[in-house]
DNA sequence: ATTAGGGATAGACATCGTCTATCGCCACAT
DNA sequence: ATGTGGCGATAGACGATGTCTATCCCTAAT
C-alpha cells in the first residue's frame, strides 16, 4: 500500500468520478484506475461500484475513509513539520557551558542571541569539561562552550574570544596596592576551585604548583571561591567575565603580568549536521566578546 | 514520500542500527540507507547522525517521529479494517422491504438471519416498491424485497417464495361460509390499500377493477385495511403472511379459487459488489418460507 | 440508430526499489 | 603500530511497477 494510492482514493472516493480525480491528481484516468483496481485486490474487498455511467464508493470504502485521511494528514504533517525543520536555524538546540563561564557570560549574550536567532530555542547545560565532552559524543548536546580544546579528531571547535585572567585580592592584601600582579607571587597563597574544574588546572599551570594554604580550601564554584577569597583566605585568578562578579564581591582586581588567560570555544561533533546553527551561535557571541580581552584588562585598574 | 520508506525511518531510529533495521524490515542494509537517504533528500532535513562506528537520530527525526508513527499506524488500521470487511457476508446492510411483506416477514426471518449471518448488520428499510427500487439505484440501499419483477436491466432478482392471496372477510359476510372464494364475487365490496402499493394493483388485477364501496376507501397500510375489514366496510384480499394478522384482527380467511398470489423477490444492482451477502440473505429467508405456499393454503382452512 | 461520455484494457517506456559485491572509515586489540 | 572486524556508503545490474497514449467496450441520451 503507498501513500499515493490513498491519495487517489480519496480523490476517487471526493470526486465520485475517476477522469476529475485523474486531473485533480495530475495523472491519466487509466493509471488512477489501475492503481484503485490494485488497492482493490490488495485490501481483498471492492472500493467502488463501477456502472457504465457512473461510480460510487461502496460501504467499506466509505468505512475505510476515516483513516485513509488520517493517514494522508500525517503525511502531511510530517512534510509540513520537516519544511518547518529544514531552517537548522530553528528548533531545540542543547548547550553545554562550563560553570565558570555560563553564569557570566549568558546575561552577555542571551539577548543577542534571541535577537539574532528567534528560532533558535538554545536550551544551556551547565558542567564541567568532562561531563560536557561525555554529553556531547553522547549526542546528548549539540555544541558546548569550553576554556580547552578539543580533545579528539571527533570534535571540531572554533574560538570565539581571549578571555584573560585577573588576579583577585582581598583589599588590604598586599598585593592589592600593585597595579600588575606576578603569578609566582600570586601563588603564594592561591585558591583554587575544586577538581575537574578546568579553570583549577588552568590556574595551577599558570602560577605554578603552590597553592599553600589553598591546598585544602577547593571551592567548589566561583561564587564560593570570590567570596573566601573577600575573607581573606587566601588570593586567586579569575576569568575576566567574572570581573564584575568579583568587584562586587569587594575584590582588588589586577592584571597578571604575563598577561595568561584562556581561549572559549565552541566545540562541536565533526558529525553534527547543523554547524549552521553552531557557526551562527558562535558568530554572535564571538561578536558579542569582541575587543573583550583588552577591554576587560584594562578595565580592571 | 513513501509509507515504505516511513516504515524504514521508524525501523532505523528505533534500532539506533542501519543493518538490524534493515533486517527487522526484511530487506538489505544498502537498501534501507539508500532510502533513508533519499527521505532526507526530499524532506530537506538530515534525519540521523553517521559517525564511522555508530549512528543516532537527529532532534528533526525524533520530532518527525510522532507523526511517522501516527501515518504508520493509520496504514495499519486500513489494512485491518480492510481484512475484517473482507467477509462480505459482515458489516451493514441496508435492505428495503414493501410495507404489506415487512411487518409478516420480519419476525418470521429476524432470528434465522441472526443465526445465520451473525456478523452481517441488516438494517431494513421500509417503503414502497418505487421508493424502494429509487434509493436502489441511487446505492442508498443494498438490496431490496419486492413483490415485483425488477423494471429494468440494472437490477437482478431471485425468488425467493411465493405467497398466496387470501381472501379475507367479516365473520358475518356472506362469503364467509364458502370454502373457497372466487375472486369475481370478492370483487363486489373490495377495499384496497392507498395507490402505490404493489398489492393494490394486484389485488385489483386479480378481482377485476370492481372495487365497488371501497374506491373511496384507500386504506394506507395493511393493519388498516384489515380493520376496516373486520369493522364490516367490505372484504379484501391479503397476502399469506398477513394471515396472522388477520386472523387476530377477527377476519375469516379463504383460499380463491384461481389460487393467485405474489413472488416474492430479493433485488438488487447487477453490478453490486457483495452479491454473496445478497445470496445468503435470500437462502435464509428462501429456507424459512420453504414450503409456505403449501401450508399457508391449507391452514386457512 | 447514432453519438458522446466514462471507465477498462493493452502495450511501451521510464523510473525506482532492490540485490550483491565492494569500498572506506573508525575503533579496538594484539 | 598494525591488523581486524563492525558498520555504513557506493556502484552496477536487474526486475518490478507506475505512467503514458491509444483504443475498446458499455451505457445512456438524443
Not at 485486490?41 to 464508493?57: D, K, Q, T, Y
Not at 536550551?123 to 580547552?148: F, H, K, S, V
Not at 571547535?157 to 588590604?172: I, K, Q, T, V
Not at 591546598?215 to 564584575?244: E, F
Amino acid at each position: 500500500m503507498n501513500l499515493r494510492d490513498l491519495r487517489y482514493l480519496l480523490a476517487a472516493a471526493e470526486h465520485g468520478h475517476f477522469g476529475r480525480a485523474a486531473e485533480a491528481c495530475g495523472i491519466s484516468q487509466p493509471t488512477l484506475s489501475v492503481q484503485i483496481r490494485k488497492l482493490e485486490e490488495e485490501l481483498g474487498i471492492a472500493l467502488f461500484e463501477r456502472s457504465g455511467r457512473s461510480m460510487a464508493p461502496t460501504e467499506a470504502c466509505l468505512r475505510l475513509l476515516g483513516h485513509v485521511r488520517a493517514a494522508v494528514a500525517e503525511a502531511d504533517a510530517i512534510l509540513a513539520v520537516a519544511r518547518d525543520m529544514r531552517d537548522p536555524l530553528a528548533g531545540r538546540f542543547r548547550l553545554g557551558i562550563i560553570p565558570t563561564l555560563a553564569p557570566y557570560l549568558l546575561p552577555l549574550v542571551f539577548a543577542p542571541l534571541r535577537e539574532a536567532l528567534p528560532a533558535l530555542e538554545i536550551e544551556p547545560w551547565e558542567d564541567q569539561t568532562a561531563g560536557l565532552l561525555a554529553r556531547l559524543r553522547a549526542r546528548e548536546l549539540d555544541a558546548a562552550l569550553l576554556a580547552t580544546e578539543p580533545d579528539g579528531a571527533d570534535l571540531l571547535g572554533r574560538p570565539l574570544f581571549d578571555e584573560p585572567f585577573l588576579a583577585a585580592l582581598p583589599p588590604e592584601h598586599r598585593l592589592a596596592s600593585r597595579r600588575i600582579v606576578a603569578e609566582e607571587e600570586l601563588a603564594e597563597d592561591l585558591l583554587v576551585l575544586a577538581d575537574g574544574h578546568c579553570l583549577r588546572d588552568q590556574a595551577l599551570a599558570v602560577c605554578g604548583h603552590g597553592g599553600g594554604a589553598g591546598g585544602a580550601l577547593r571551592a567548589a564554584s566561583l561564587s564560593t571561591l570570590l567570596n573566601m577569597v573577600a575573607a581573606g583566605y587566601g588570593t586567586t585568578l579569575i576569568p575576566g567575565l567574572a570581573a564584575g562578579a568579583a568587584q562586587d564581591a569587594g575584590l582588588v582586581l589586577r592584571p597578571l603580568a604575563t598577561r595568561a588567560g584562556r581561549r572559549v570555544r565552541i566545540v562541536w561533533r565533526a558529525r553534527f549536521p547543523r554547524q549552521a546553527a553552531v557557526e551562527a551561535i558562535g558568530e554572535v557571541i564571538a561578536g558579542r566578546l569582541r575587543g573583550f580581552a583588552e577591554g576587560a584588562a584594562a578595565g580592571t585598574i
